[in-house]
């Protein structure tokens, strides 16, 4: 998915299929059970429209049809407010795409959440604090999209480019305590030097 000029992206539920691969930056997957109950949702649309009279066998194709629509308006519903809760205040409100059913109700077929997935400027802990909560924003639902996935992905490339910088800091930090400790005990040495070779004094 594109990144936006915040660099949020979107975390959204996977497509309903039977064989689902596994969030996002900003993100919004389509399920293809909603475009097939879409479709057959249709004939009794135009029956609805035209003829009254609903056949046994369209009403049963409409309670099949307002069954899946629940149960993906479920599944979608949780997968967003997984992104939600863990992303805290990285994560922005879950935005949904409806579908409305042969009962006229609207169901959730699709939906997105915009996670920051941006480092934290001359900060690499802070940074590396935000990635892992970022990550594990994206992999909390139980079936993590490909989008999920990529968020995720990109998440522990800026983690591991952080505690790359936190270690280099550290380094330095290190290396300018032990020239400290060296100047200090050189001066020592130099003023106990100095001591030594004064004359003494005569009376």
Known sequence: MDISSQASRALAAP????????????????????AMAERDAKPAADAA??????????????????AALASRDREVR????????????YAGAPTYSFKRGPDGQAY??????SIDVSPIP????????????????ALAPAEPSAQDLRVAAQAQVLAA???????????????????????EAQAREE????EQEEPAAVS
């Open 78 to 89: 949780s997968h967003e407010q997984a992104h939600t809760a863990v992303g805290g205040s």
């Open 122 to 137: 001359n900060d690499p802990a802070a940074t590396l604090r935000k990635m892992e909560v970022v990550q594990q924003a």
């Open 108 to 113: 959730a077929v699709g939906g997105e959440v």
């Open 191 to 194: 003023q106990e030097q100095t």
């Open 49 to 66: 429209s035209g003829d009254t009279a609903v056949s046994p066998q369209q009403q049963a194709q409409q309670q099949q049809q307002i």
């Open 15 to 34: 497509p309903a299929q039977v064989a689902r691969s596994p969030v996002t930056s900003a993100y919004a997957d389509k399920p293809s059970s909603a």
């Open 161 to 183: 480019q952080a505690r790359s910088e936190l270690a280099a800091l550290q380094r330095e930090e290190i290396a300018a305590a032990a020239a400290e400790r060296k100047a």
